[in-house]
């Protein structure tokens, strides 16, 4: 139990590691607050599902379910 218990907190350390370094890397919301004129249907912002900016988004999503699941089960196996 302590073996798994290690690799937990490794993992862990690294998904934290990993979501800081995402969202740093992600452009902020206000970025696109000059395409309030109309500019934000274009093909980039109708795609953006696609783009590098969406697929952040995504594995940012995974690895912060992954840091709640983790962190359940770090602190319910302290007991």
Not at 49 to 76: C, Q
């Amino acid at each position: 139990m302590a073996v798994l218990r290690i690799i937990l907190t490794v993992l862990f350390i690294i998904i934290c590691i990993a979501l800081t370094v995402l969202v740093l890397m992600q452009e902020g919301k206000a970025a696109g607050l000059g395409a309030i004129s109309g500019a934000a249907e274009t093909y980039w912002g109708k795609n953006k599902g696609r783009s590098m900016e969406g697929t952040l988004v995504k594995i940012t999503k995974y690895l912060a379910i992954s840091f709640i699941v983790i962190a359940a089960i770090l602190n319910i196996s302290k007991f």
